[in-house]
């Protein structure tokens, strides 16, 4: 695939050296499927194009994706890792000290589900996606606090998770586009773009 841009010189071909695509309300319709089109367009791209899927999914959930579309880089979890060609050349994790504290404070919230997202697995206290399969079950008196990526705050209580002072956790938390009882918590540096620069 070619496109054209106009310099000082005059009108010059070039052909795209990367590509990045985000998943859920960009790529995918809102079945979660590809349509055979896109797959088709990103296969007519040249191998030497890089192709990235940047998105919030942790790496279980964006595989298949990646390999549709034949990308060789994922940036997962909103950011905090980074995988290429199926290794892990960045990850940013929660700080393993403060999230127990942060922990202890939101699980005040009323009503509220939690969510830790590690590398591979998801940890959570909502019970629809444990009987779906999709998550494992929260213990939130004893859970592993190394690696987690990214953390699900699920609440009609926006006043009390908007009270809390993340940045003393050294996190960030934002309420998900698509459903704003959703906020979602990061170490405090994490995003896409810094992520895409990595």
Sequence with gaps: MLYLMTTKRGIVLMKYKCVVVDLDQTLLHEDKSLSR???????????????????????????????LIHARSMICTN?????HQGQ???RTEINSQK??????????IEPVQLTL???????????????????LRLDL??????????????????????????SSY?????????????????AEQVNKGTALRA
């Design 37 to 67: 089109e896109t797959i088709e367009v990103f296969a007519q791209l040249p191998p030497e194009t890089e192709i990235v899927v940047a998105t919030g999914r942790a790496i279980p959930r964006t595989q298949r994706y990646a390999d």
């Design 79 to 83: 950011g905090s890792i980074i995988y």
């Design 88 to 90: 892990v050349i960045h």
């Design 99 to 108: 999230v127990i504290d942060l922990i202890q404070t939101v699980r005040k």
């Design 117 to 135: 997202f590690y590398p591979t697995k998801g940890y959570t206290t909502n019970e629809y996606f444990i009987n779906k399969g999709e998550s």
């Design 141 to 166: 008196d004893h859970f592993e606090t190394h690696e987690i990526q990214k953390i699900f705050v699920v609440t009609s209580n926006h006043a009390a998770v908007e009270a809390i002072d993340f």
């Design 170 to 186: 050294g996190m960030k938390a934002v309420p998900l586009s698509e459903n704003p009882d959703i906020f979602v918590v990061t």
